[in-house]
Structures are given as structure tokens and as C-alpha cells.
């Protein structure tokens, strides 16, 4: 069935690193993608997503990256600090607007990191 | 803008007895989400509206559980009778287009 997976459950990062998170997706009709970020006690948080089209987009700090051919994604942190420490969840979204006009989500199991002072 | 707002945070309560959560979408979304999320099964898709329609309930566990929204400003999740496997965190979340805006959730603890 449909899904959105991720490799790493958990990703310890040196503190000032750079981190990547990879998550894997088997749905070839997805329209986005989306990072979430989840701390303790909070619920998930927007990060930046990026449409089917494309294969990069950059925010502050923030890179998702696209490889359509492999159906995979990913989340580059640059300059890890400890406020990145959290959950991150990817999530595809698919639009049917020529049928019920309504969308379709999908989120990831989640990986968590860790950032080590 | 006070985002998502979600009530009660935390909830204990007997097996057996009735539960209502509610939440308080943004203003102007027209995509109201509920999950629930558990360490075991992550976060599940139990019911969303598109403007106060139910779409898709497919993710709701069982007759036990039901939701409404009768206006664009708030839903309600109940359970009844609840089961300490009830016991989990449920997010509620608003969205126009593609970026969702969670709740800060309410802790169910079903004893």
C-alpha cells in the first residue's frame, strides 16, 4: 500500500554540523512534500515543503531535496544547533482536485535527532 | 493569530466513561485534520473536514468514536465509551493548501 518511510530512527549530529535526515516515499501521484519538526510535548511544526516538480528548495538553515527517480527525500540541517533537537517527520501530500476536490496526506514514522554539545 | 487551539492539554478518565475533545482551527482554513499518536503507531489520520464536511473517517478505530464540525471554528472528537487503549496523544490540525498547522495536542490518559 501506500507509505512513507524513514531509514534512520534516530540521528546523533555534533553540534555546528551539518545533518541530513532521509525519509523514502512509494506513492508516484504525491503533488508535495513536507517536513515537519516535532519537539517535546509540542505538536509537529512546518518546516518548508516543496512541490513534485521540483528537486531543491532552500529555507534558512534548511535544504529539502528531491530525487523523483528513487522516490526519495531529504532534510539538510546546516549549522545543527540544540534547538533542532526533535522529531522530524516527512509527509506527502496528493491533491485530487479533479475528483473530490480534497487532498490526501501521508506522514512518515518520524526520526529523531539528537544534537551532542 | 492564536493558532490551533486544542482543549483540554490533558485528560484522565475511567474506562468506560465519555470523552470530548475540541479544537479551535485557524481562521479561515478550510481543511480541519484529527490524529492521534502513539510511540507504537506514530501519527494516524482519524478524520478530516473540508469545509465542516467529513471527507474521509476511514482512519477512525471504531464506532466508539465519532467527530463533528458544526461551523468553520470548531470541531469536537468524542469517545464513548473509552478504553485505556484510547490512551494517546490527539493533535488536531488546520490547513489552507498544503502547510498544516497542528495544536499543541491533548494527553488522553484512559485508566
Known amino acids: 500500500g501506500e507509505s512513507v518511510g524513514l531509514h534512520l530512527p534516530t540521528l546523533s549530529v555534533q553540534e555546528g554540523d551539518n545533518s541530513i535526515i532521509n525519509c523514502a516515499y512509494s506513492n508516484s501521484a504525491s503533488d508535495y512534500f513536507i517536513w515537519y519538526k516535532q519537539e517535546s510535548g509540542k505538536g509537529p511544526q512546518f518546516i518548508i515543503d516543496i512541490r513534485s516538480n521540483m528537486d531543491k528548495r532552500q529555507g534558512q538553515r534548511v535544504t529539502v531535496l528531491l530525487n523523483k527517480t528513487v522516490k526519495h527525500l531529504s532534510l539538510q540541517i546546516a549549522a545543527t544547533q540544540p534547538g533542532d533537537s526533535a522529531v522530524y517527520f516527512c509527509a506527502e501530500m496528493i491533491i485530487r482536485w479533479a475528483t473530490s476536490g480534497t487532498y490526501k496526506y501521508i506522514f512518515g514514522t518520524g526520526t529523531r535527532l539528537k544534537v551532542l554539545a | 493569530d492564536a493558532g490551533v487551539i486544542q482543549s483540554p492539554r490533558h485528560e484522565v478518565t475511567e474506562m468506560g466513561q465519555e470523552v470530548t475533545l475540541r479544537c479551535k482551527p485557524i481562521s479561515g482554513h478550510d481543511y480541519l485534520f484529527w490524529y492521534r499518536q502513539t510511540m507504537m503507531r506514530g501519527l494516524e489520520l482519524l478524520i478530516y473536514?473540508?469545509?465542516?464536511?467529513?471527507?474521509?473517517d476511514s482512519g477512525m478505530p471504531e464506532d466508539r468514536f465519532s467527530a463533528k464540525m458544526p461551523n468553520a471554528s470548531f470541531s469536537t472528537l468524542k469517545i464513548q465509551p473509552s478504553e485505556p487503549r484510547d490512551s494517546a496523544v490527539y493533535f488536531c490540525?488546520?490547513?489552507?493548501?498544503?502547510?498544516?498547522?497542528f495544536g499543541s495536542g491533548t494527553r488522553l490518559t484512559v485508566v
Open positions: 473536514f473540508n469545509n465542516n464536511v467529513p471527507i474521509d
Open positions: 490540525a488546520s490547513s489552507f493548501r498544503q502547510g498544516m498547522t
